[in-house]
C-alpha cells in the first residue's frame, strides 16, 4: 500500500452537488496539504496542516472547505462547484519543516458538469 | 518573491539519449531547499531528490545525477541513458517555511514533459 491514498480517484458532479475527498496517510507524518492541479497551470497549493491546524489558506474560494480531523486523514469537503474547477486534487504529507519532501498520494481527478 | 522556472515545456528524446531537464530559481532567503519530483502518467507525484541550498554537490543516483549551482540559481536534473519508463512530466520546486519553520510549502514550476521514444 502506498503512503498516501485517496478517494476516489475519479469523480464527476453537478454544479449543485456536494461531494467530499478523502486523504490519509500511512507515513507518521505531522503535516498535511492539498494541491490543485489544472492543465496548462503550476501546482497550486490550496490548504495546509500542521498536528491538525490550518497554518496556510492560500486565497481558496469557500466553495472548498477543507477539514483535518487527525494527523492520518485530510477532507476537502465541495459544494457549489464551478466548470472551472475541475482539476486534479492532490494531497500530500510530510514530517514538517521546510528540510522535509512532500509525499503525493495519486490525486483526485475531479470534473464539475 | 520565490519562484521557479522550467524553460523547456516538451522534450522528446530517443531511448539511450541522454538529456538535461533545466530549472532556475529564485529566493531572497539563505537556507532553501531545493526538490525534483516526477509525475508519470498515472498522476502521482514520485519525490526524487531533495538538495539544501549549503550543499552544492552535484549528486548522482543511477542514470539520474543533479547539478546545483548557486551562483547561476539553478538546479538542473540529468538523465542518462534514457528509457521509455523515464517518460512524465518533471517538475522542480524550491521550498517556503511556513508558521515559523513548522511545515512548508512548496513552489512548482510549470514541469518539463519527457517523452522518451523507443
Known amino acids: 500500500e502506498t503512503g498516501v491514498t485517496q478517494t476516489p480517484r475519479h469523480l464527476v458532479m453537478g454544479m449543485t452537488n456536494k461531494k467530499s475527498l478523502k486523504c490519509e496517510q500511512h507515513l507518521g507524518h505531522n503535516a498535511m496539504y492539498w494541491y490543485k492541479q489544472s492543465a496548462k497551470k503550476p501546482l497550486e497549493l490550496m490548504f495546509v496542516y500542521s498536528l491538525e491546524e490550518r497554518v496556510e489558506n492560500n486565497s481558496v474560494p469557500s466553495r472548498f472547505s477543507p477539514e483535518c480531523p487527525n494527523s492520518s486523514h485530510l477532507f476537502l469537503h465541495l459544494h457549489t462547484l464551478q466548470p472551472e474547477d475541475s482539476a486534479l486534487y492532490l494531497c500530500?504529507?510530510?514530517?514538517?519543516?521546510?528540510?522535509?519532501?512532500?509525499?503525493f498520494g495519486p490525486g483526485t481527478r475531479l470534473t464539475v458538469t | 518573491a520565490q519562484k521557479v522556472t522550467q524553460a523547456q515545456t516538451e522534450i522528446s528524446v530517443v531511448e539511450k539519449e541522454d538529456v538535461t531537464l533545466d530549472c532556475v530559481y529564485e529566493?531572497?532567503?539563505?537556507?532553501?531547499?531545493l526538490f525534483w519530483y516526477k509525475q508519470p502518467p498515472s498522476g502521482e507525484l514520485v519525490f526524487l531528490i531533495r538538495r539544501n541550498s549549503f550543499d552544492e554537490q552535484n549528486e548522482i543516483s543511477g542514470r539520474y545525477s543533479w547539478n546545483f549551482q548557486k551562483s547561476t540559481s539553478s538546479f538542473n536534473f540529468t538523465i542518462t541513458a534514457s528509457q521509455v519508463v523515464d517518460s512524465a512530466v518533471y517538475f522542480c520546486a524550491l521550498s517556503e517555511a511556513l508558521y515559523g519553520g513548522a511545515t512548508n510549502k512548496l513552489i512548482f514550476g510549470t514541469g518539463t514533459l519527457l517523452a522518451v521514444q523507443p
Open positions: 529566493t531572497r532567503d539563505t537556507t532553501y531547499y
Open positions: 500530500a504529507s510530510s514530517q514538517g519543516g521546510g528540510a522535509y519532501e512532500q509525499y
